[in-house]
């Protein structure tokens, strides 16, 4: 298996939604229905996707 950089997309997508997790662990963002834990394996698992997945 190769392991290939994200692209920028892929990685801003999930920057943001690691800024949305810590904001809702400092609940600034109080509203989101998730544990702010979840928030960010979810910001993780796009990340990892990004890499495994070539031209993604």
Not at 6 to 19: E, G, M
Not at 28 to 47: E, G, N, R
Request: charged share 0%.
């Amino acid at each position: 298996m190769n392991l290939s950089a994200p692209t920028q997309i892929v990685f801003i997508i999930s920057l943001v939604i690691a800024v949305i997790g810590l904001l809702a662990v400092l609940g600034v963002l109080a509203f989101i229905p998730l544990a702010s834990v979840w928030i960010m394996l979810i910001a993780y698992i796009v990340l990892a996707a990004g890499c495994l997945m070539r031209g993604a």
